[in-house]
């Protein structure tokens, strides 16, 4: 009897505890809704929630007085794409690979919509959430909308949670392109009222710009209001509700930049029985915390191996701190901006370490007239007001270390890094960022291509090897076999190696025009070797380079460099046409040419080793006065050439000036006379090795003369590349296609070496940079930049400033296409004719003629050689870039390319393939 009163009082209890337990959790909370907010480029301080005293954000502060405002919230990069990866993953960048804008979390990375899902969630998102159309690789059910600037974003998520039908559990993110450029016209915003910051200069320019971004963030934040409205009206106040922004704005100092306005966001919360309405919390958190504070609101364990740490305790008032230390990193936008820096921030301090303080601080702002049409206003007044300059000054040029006490100085002006009484604090926020950093695996790469700037740094000597008519893989260190060009092949092990390398024209006069202007050779109707005045007007083409135009050599002399030439010249005053500029009208002090200029020259003595009289081989030369002959055996005129170049370098250095040289040899241009002794048997091609290696050992004092020299070697560069391809059956430039004369590879790609063991990167030396597309046009831009020089205003290079890349510092790509026109004398074969027009993107290469027929398109990653034409796979690449250099073309002067040929036109280029000598 007692045992059966018992069982059934444990069966009675065990039933009671059974409802017990069933009737709590029918009580529970079901799991909470979850609505995100994302604006675009807003800066935190531009808003009235947050102190503006000009821009009313009416909404922030309505939603903000329903729940929590923080005062320390961070993004974990300001720049698009690695701050959303970083919400997305929990990761910081270094971690979740999103390191650079544009970049893409590693696809192995569980998101934060898979984290939902394993807790039953029905996860959306509408408009830019992850970089645009990155959105929906992150796995969100639905992805809508979230292309640029698709500004139906916003009402159409609304429209769709209005009809939405499911019973799962919601988390939608919405978001906003507002304040993102392009700004709209100011509509409600008055322009009188607008207010500039002071660490800004104030212009007209600045105040339209203002106005225009106020009319933006109105915009976000009636979209905002409307979100927040309808989400509590369709999902009740179940409901978290969380805004804020991926970084500050496209205003200088914020957007890319690791102060307080780029990387400070506004955030506000709102959960109904959870956070307290009207609550401020100074606690620092990170945007990596918002995935596991959402993970844990929805009932979740957040994980352990992210970055980010739950914001809960914080938003339930458990908690009024939540991390001692923010850090923050900053890689770059593409070619835009490329500025590496990392920061640690405490309640009070910031340290920030620029990685790179030689670069220059550029971006979207700088060099995008339309997004920041008020930047060029702050170059002119900097001109003359020193508030001005020096906020031009500080955003362009930075120190490798900055430190602000950001209670004292909120708009981080007053640099205390060299203030011995923060010594202390520096070396151990230094250590705190070296410690995090080494965790994070940062390997400090540099993405994108940097421009450096030289302010205060000696201007360093330049020589320019420019030689005629030598073949991609003619030099041993390129390939070559048949010839051990031992002297350049020690530049190349000291220095590095570019096998993207291009000449701006396949043929002497132009590719030198290029290399003199930074211009595209057409500009000034220089497109094939300058010969006799006649067929120099049959063509199309002038007889010399307009001494009026910008050159390189005299940008370096008004620099107070010593400049000279030495070698070929072929800009003016050969054949017959005695009345051309001397070389030295170009801006060089001191110059020695052949017979393809005017002014002082050496001219070939040919011994064929059969007459006892030698073949005078100068066109003409000797005739047309302007400047005192010498008379020289051919096979070693070099020399004499390098001769004149080490006497004007002990000239510079006695005057203790920085010198600029070219040493333009031509021996491997036929005719092909080497010293005797190295004829040997054989015919053109094995004279042309002969000459290679002559030319390469009689190199050798000059390269010998800068390396031995402690002085010279660590400010000197020496940059070696071809004019063009080989002459047909002489030197070579196997693999590729062509030679010179044509505009497939083998005419135009050049073998390029730059050596300076005190400018370029130690750890680049004996380096091949197989990358980057690099061409003539492109080195005057990046010696301008080296050597402090300063072009007029109006004068207009089409190269890039590559430095960074030519003293291996990167080995990102150039920003823009190349662009081709063929000599007008050099139409090919009929079985086989020479395009018109030519163009290089990428790994694309175009040829086509200028009316546009006979397009083809080659992959060269995938084919250098050019034999697959795979326009018709690729249309819409075929077109964009035929209609790039077609446009292109029509742009520039016209030469005799379509024009019917003259009825001597047959003899003249006969003529021309006997005794030019471009």
């Not at 997305?88 to 960048?93: A, C, E, F, R």
């Not at 392009?182 to 910051?197: A, C, E, F, G």
């Not at 890689?331 to 920061?343: A, E, K, L, M, Q």
């Not at 080793?609 to 400047?627: F, M, N, Q, V």
Request: proline share 8%; glycine share 6%; net charge negative.
């Amino acid at each position: 009897m007692h045992k059966r009163i018992l069982r059934k009082h444990f069966v009675f209890s065990s039933l009671l505890l059974t409802l017990v337990v069933a009737a709590s959790a029918a009580q529970a909370d079901p799991p909470p809704n979850i609505v995100v907010f994302l604006s675009d480029d807003h800066t935190r301080a531009d808003s009235s929630l947050y102190g503006s005293p000009d821009m009313s954000t009416p909404n922030m502060e309505r939603i903000a007085q329903q729940g929590m405002m923080f005062e320390h919230a961070f993004v974990a990069s300001p720049s698009c794409a690695p701050s959303r990866a970083a919400l997305l993953t929990g990761l910081m960048p270094a971690r979740n690979g999103a390191e650079r804008n544009h970049a893409r979390p590693r696809a192995d990375i569980k998101k934060l919509p898979a984290y939902l899902h394993d807790l039953g969630y029905q996860v959306v998102s509408f408009g830019k959430v992850g970089h645009y159309n990155q959105t929906p690789e992150y796995g969100f059910d639905i992805a809508r909308h979230f292309n640029y600037h698709d500004d139906v974003a916003v009402s159409e998520a609304m429209k769709w949670l209005e009809n939405r039908k499911d019973e799962r559990p919601l988390c939608l993110f919405v978001g906003t392109n507002w304040p993102h450029v392009p700004w709209p016209k100011p509509s409600t915003i008055d322009l009188d009222k607008v207010q500039i910051p002071a660490k800004h200069v104030e212009t007209p320019e600045t105040t339209r710009a203002r106005g225009m971004y106020y009319q933006a963030i109105r915009t976000m934040d009636d979209e905002l209001g409307f979100v927040f409205d309808t989400a509590y009206r369709k999902l009740g106040d179940n409901t978290l509700f969380l805004h804020t922004s991926d970084h500050g704005a496209q205003w200088p100092f914020s957007k890319w930049n690791l102060y307080d306005d780029g990387i400070r966001t506004p955030m506000v919360a709102v959960w109904p029985e959870h956070i307290k309405q009207g609550e401020q919390t100074a606690a620092m958190v990170s945007w990596v915390d918002i995935l596991p504070t959402i993970v844990e609101a929805a009932g979740g364990t957040p994980p352990e191996s992210i970055d980010g740490k739950s914001m809960v305790p914080v938003l339930e008032g458990k908690s009024d701190s939540h991390r001692d230390y923010i850090y923050t990193a900053h890689s770059g936008d593409g070619n835009f901006n490329v500025y590496p820096s990392r920061s640690i921030r405490d309640a009070r301090y910031k340290y920030i370490r620029n990685l790179h303080p030689e670069f220059e601080f550029r971006s979207h702002v700088t060099d995008v007239v339309n997004d920041s049409p008020y930047w060029p206003s702050w170059e002119k007044k900097a001109k003359y007001d020193q508030h001005a300059a020096d906020v031009v000054h500080r955003y362009l040029q930075r120190p490798r270390e900055e430190l602000y006490d950001l209670q004292n100085d909120p708009d981080e002006t007053h640099n205390l890094i060299a203030e011995s009484d923060q010594a202390d604090r520096v070396t151990k926020m230094s250590q705190l960022l070296d410690t995090w950093m080494e965790e994070q695996g940062d390997q400090q790469r540099v993405y994108g291509l940097p421009r450096l700037h030289r302010e205060g740094k000696p201007s360093p000597n330049v020589v320019m090897v420019f030689i005629d008519d030598m073949g991609w893989t003619d030099l041993s260190c390129f390939g070559g076999e048949a010839v051990e060009t031992q002297n350049i092949d020690q530049l190349a092990r000291e220095g590095l190696r570019f096998t993207n390398f291009y000449v701006n024209a396949p043929i002497c006069s132009p590719s030198r025009t290029s290399l003199t202007t930074g211009n595209y050779p057409a500009r000034h109707r220089i497109t094939s070797y300058l010969a006799r005045r006649e067929l120099n007007h049959q063509r199309g083409i002038v007889n010399w380079l307009d001494p009026e135009a910008v050159t390189l050599p005299r940008l370096f002399s008004e620099a107070g460099y010593r400049v000279g030439h030495f070698g070929k010249w072929h800009m003016g005053g050969q054949r017959d046409v005695a009345e051309a500029p001397l070389v030295t009208e170009y801006g060089f002090d001191a110059s020695l040419t052949n017979f393809e200029g005017l002014g002082p020259r050496v001219l070939p003595l040919c011994y064929d080793g059969k007459s006892t009289e030698p073949h005078r081989h100068d066109l003409g030369s000797a005739t047309l006065g302007h400047g005192p002959i010498e008379w020289e055996d051919r096979s070693i005129i070099t020399q004499r050439f390098t001769q004149r170049a080490l006497q004007f370098i002990d000239e510079s250095v006695a005057a203790d000036k920085p010198f600029y040289i070219n040493v333009w040899p031509d021996d491997v241009h036929s005719p092909f006379f080497p010293p005797l002794e190295q004829r040997g048997e054989g015919g053109k091609r094995k004279l042309y090795q002969a000459v290679l290696k002559s030319m390469d050992e009689q190199l050798a004092p000059l390269f010998d003369r800068v390396r031995n020299d402690p002085k010279l070697r660590d400010n000197t560069i020496i940059v070696l590349a071809s004019d063009n391809g080989p002459e047909p059956g002489a030197g070579t430039s196997e693999p590729l296609r062509g030679a010179k004369g044509s505009l497939y590879e083998g005419g135009i790609r050049s073998p390029l070496i730059v050596w300076g063991p005190g400018l370029v990167q130690p750890e680049a030396a004996g380096t091949t940079n197989e990358t980057t597309i690099v061409s003539s046009v492109d080195l005057v831009a990046s010696l301008t930049t080296l050597g402090h020089l300063n072009p007029p205003e109006s004068y207009q290079c089409d190269g890039e400033d590559l430095l960074a890349v030519l003293l291996g510092m990167s080995d990102a790509q150039r920003s823009g296409p190349l662009f081709w026109r063929r000599p007008p004398d050099r139409p090919g074969p009929k079985n086989d004719p020479n395009p018109d027009l030519a163009v290089r993107e990428n790994q694309w290469k175009l040829v086509t003629n200028i009316d546009g027929s006979n397009t083809q398109l080659f992959n060269l990653k995938r084919d250098p050689s050019e034999t697959k034409d795979v326009s018709s796979r690729n249309p819409r690449v075929t077109e964009r870039l035929k209609r790039n250099v077609l446009n292109w073309n029509r742009g520039l002067p016209e030469d005799a390319i379509g024009v019917p040929p003259a009825s001597n036109a047959k003899s003249n280029a006969k003529q021309a393939e006997t005794t030019e000598s471009s």
